[in-house]
T-cell receptor, first 115, second 117 residues
């Protein structure tokens, strides 16, 4: 049972445009969501997070939106840069930001930003 | 940020042999480490939680006798795939959490691609 789903395996956008990566979840107990970025031959690195009590969190070019009723979150990157090309994972947890690290991951979306 | 080192990056072994993967936290002490596995086009799946000085906690469906986890020190956890078979071929990745910090302070190794012939 895939509790966290990223239905788009890949996404290609032009440099300077907006990248929108989507993630859906099924478990209503999830109360904390994170996005990770992964380059080839490296481990995922934390990008941005959001608590279920919020619907938006912004950090520079990155904004995460949460729609609890739809059990959907999205990551917006504006403007997109070639260096953003990577695999993006969304992850969810129960227990808030103090969670002990048991994360449920999506399958990942490969973003390619073309110069 | 904190660094987690994982070795080897890739390994090819014959069916029936055992393979050990190491995960080290280089600049912090990690009382808890996590082991994940990813099959092609699937998500990272948590296999087990490794606690320093105690037995690992395995997720449902993960065979503890097949995937031996040892967390003997605050900076090292090892995963041994015993009697490996082709179906164990996968990408294995570890993570370590900075003590007392939130889940954002979860740092990942670079992963190990295991191919069992």
């Amino acid at each position: 049972d895939q509790q966290v789903k990223q239905n788009s395996p890949s996404l290609s956008v032009q440099e300077g445009r907006i990248s929108i990566l989507n993630c859906d979840y099924t478990n209503s107990m999830f109360d904390y969501f994170l996005w990770y970025k992964k380059y080839p031959a490296e481990g995922p690195t934390f990008l941005i997070s959001i608590s279920s009590i919020k619907d938006k969190n912004e950090d520079g070019r990155f904004t995460v939106f949460l729609n609890k009723s739809a059990k959907h979150l999205s990551l917006h990157i504006v403007p997109s840069q070639p260096g953003d090309s990577a695999v993006y994972f969304c992850a969810a947890s129960v227990g808030g930001s103090s969670n002990t690290g048991k994360l449920i991951f999506g399958q990942g979306t490969t973003l390619q930003v073309k110069p | 940020g904190a660094v987690v080192s994982q070795h080897p990056s890739w390994v090819i072994c014959k069916s029936g042999t055992s393979v050990k993967i190491e995960c080290r936290s280089l600049d912090f002490q990690a009382t808890t480490m996590f082991w994940y596995r990813q099959f092609p086009k699937q998500s990272l799946m948590l296999m087990a939680t490794s606690n320093e000085g105690s037995k690992a906690t395995y997720e449902q469906g993960v065979e503890k006798d097949k995937f031996l986890i040892n967390h003997a020190s605050l900076t090292l956890s090892t995963l041994t795939v015993t009697s490996a078979h082709p179906e164990d071929s996968s990408f294995y990745i570890c993570s370590a959490q900075t003590p007392g910090q939130g889940v954002e302070k979860l740092f990942f190794g670079s992963g190990t691609q295991l191919s069992v012939l």
